[in-house]
């Protein structure tokens, strides 16, 4: 059973900090391709920052220099960390996972709220 589960949203004020986290089980963060996701109020999924084959990450322009991702392979875990948090930042931030093979993220977390206001 493959799951993801999200934690470490919440309410902040701009310029405030949070880490999120992806907990994964059913198979290796490590030998996987994983990334963030976020949707926030009337726009559509984005894509945040990710972790490919090369094990090179990745970001969005508008959260580079801010957000930082990296996995603990010996906990399984996925995390990104958010500093200079803008309300524009504000979405729900899921997290995602896929064979690095494949093509498409098909495992999805339930998603964590993040507001900044």
């Known amino acids: 059973d493959v799951q993801l589960v999200e934690s470490g949203g919440g309410s902040v004020q701009p310029g405030g900090s949070l880490r999120l986290s992806c907990s994964a089980s059913?198979?290796?963060?490590?030998?996987?391709?994983m990334g963030w996701f976020r949707q926030a109020p009337g726009k559509g999924r984005e894509g945040v920052a990710k972790?490919?084959?090369?094990?090179?990450?990745r970001y969005v322009d508008s959260v580079k220099g801010r957000f930082t991702i990296s996995k603990d392979n010996a906990k399984n875990t996925l995390y990104l960390q958010m500093n200079s948090l803008k309300p524009e930042d504000t979405a729900m931030y899921y997290c995602?996972?896929?064979?690095?093979?494949?093509?498409?993220?098909?495992?999805w977390g339930q998603g964590t709220q993040v507001t900044v206001s």
């Open positions: 059913g198979f290796s963060a490590r030998r996987s391709c």
């Open positions: 972790v490919d084959g090369d094990g090179v990450m």
């Open positions: 995602a996972a896929r064979g690095c093979w494949y093509s498409e993220y098909n495992y």
